[in-house]
């Protein structure tokens, strides 16, 4: 699938890219992707076969697509690829980044020299890591991701209470405790070995895109490897732009996401902050007669009254203005949310006036 941007340039939605993640990033139209998810090659810098104590391989990262001739080599690399990808980064855009001891500090240094804006370094620590089998350091059981911003005044998607919600209500912590791929999820090629050493599971994919994306945003990885990023974001309900040089990776990658399912509408729905709501003055309340002038307001705690105005204000004992200040006022408090704050009587029960202003956002609602 296809879409036309400004300049009236395609967009390649929902497909995946052949060839070097520069010079593909570089033909895509400028500020045309909302997020970037980015798991370059960590420059492991291995010396040599890794033994289990029994003497079996380890089947290590070893390939080619991750083998530098020296630190500054990688340092150009990652330069260069930051700079493609922050010029597609819409104004409001983000990047996230994922990396090991090996590479993720250098990686930061240039995101930073790049004009990114750091938001957060989240930890993945693993639930079930691979152990060290020379046991000369300790077990590698996290890598680093970095959050940033295009620039420091980019507005960001962040999705709080979503997040919140994933986590049983609890504010979602910067550590986020998940297994590395096993079992079904682990990709096999043809000869029944791992498709990909570094396959990245699925539930980091899905708290990153429920995190910091929106349906229908696109999402692009410039090191798409087996997919795990495209699976994700159709069954999440985003586009994504895969790019990947590597041509059994994308034979892998392709059978994988042919084979997902996107979640219906209603499923993909997610919980929003209440700021995110639409605004309803107090003062439509009175207007539409749900409230009328006149009528008496009681505080939550019944220590406190106050009768509305025509003009949607309340007064009270030597204290009048909006449904705010009058609430911190009787407080002696620096603020107050007047919708919690505030009940009225309805067949001598006190309801919020919050129900009323929830009942208006349902219309508003039903006309979008």
């Known amino acids: ?42 420059n492991l810098q291995l010396r040599g076969d890794l033994h289990r104590p029994d003497n079996s391989k380890v089947d290590a990262v070893d390939d080619e697509w991750d083998q530098f001739a020296s630190f500054a080599v990688y ?7 930051l700079k493609a990808a922050r010029r597609l980064l819409k ?41 060290n089998f020379r046991g000369k350091r300790f077990t590698n059981a996290h890598e680093t991701m970095i959050w940033a911003g295009k620039d420091e005044s980019a507005k ?8 919140k919600a994933l986590n049983e209500g609890i504010q979602m912590r910067s550590d986020w405790v998940l297994p590395i791929c096993t079992g079904h999820e682990r990709l096999k090629d043809d000869a029944g070995e791992k498709a990909h050493p570094t396959q990245k599971p699925e539930s980091l994919l899905h708290r990153i895109l429920v995190g910091s994306t929106n349906p229908g945003d696109v999402v692009l990885d410039p090191f798409f490897g087996t997919g795990t990023t495209g699976a994700v974001a159709k069954m999440l309900g985003r586009d994504f732009i895969g790019i990947e ?26 919980t929003t902050s209440k700021r995110a709501e639409p605004r309803v003055p107090f003062g439509q309340l009175v207007e539409r007669g749900m409230l009328r002038p006149g009528e008496e307001l009681y505080s939550l705690n019944g220590r ?22 009058v609430g911190a006022a009787y407080e002696k408090a620096p603020s107050c949310n007047g919708w919690t704050y505030w009940c009225y009587k309805k067949d001598g029960k006190r309801v919020p006036i919050d129900i009323l202003r929830q009942q208006i956002r349902a219309e508003m609602a039903n006309l979008a």
């Open 91 to 131: 104004p409001n855009g983000a990047i996230w980044v994922i990396g090991s001891y090996h590479n993720i500090f250098r990686v930061g240094a240039a995101l930073q020299d790049q004009g990114f804006w750091i938001l957060n370094d989240v930890v993945w620590r693993k639930s079930n890591p691979m152990p």
């Open 245 to 270: 040089r590597e041509e059994a990776y994308r034979k892998v990658a392709e059978k994988r996401i042919k084979s997902v399912r996107k979640f219906d509408k209603e499923a993909l729905t997610t």
């Open 304 to 325: 406190y009254s106050a009768k509305v105005r025509a003009d949607g204000t309340l007064i009270g004992n030597e204290v009048k203005g909006s449904i705010h200040q």
């Open 156 to 163: 960001y998607t962040f999705n709080y209470e979503a997040l």
């Open 1 to 42: 699938m296809k879409t036309m941007t400004k300049g009236a340039q395609a967009l390649p939605l929902n497909t995946i890219i052949s060839g070097d993640c520069i010079d593909a990033m570089n033909a895509l139209p400028a500020e045309s992707v909302d997020l970037i998810f980015a798991d370059p090659p960590y």
């Open 75 to 81: 340092d150009k690399f990652t330069r260069a690829w």
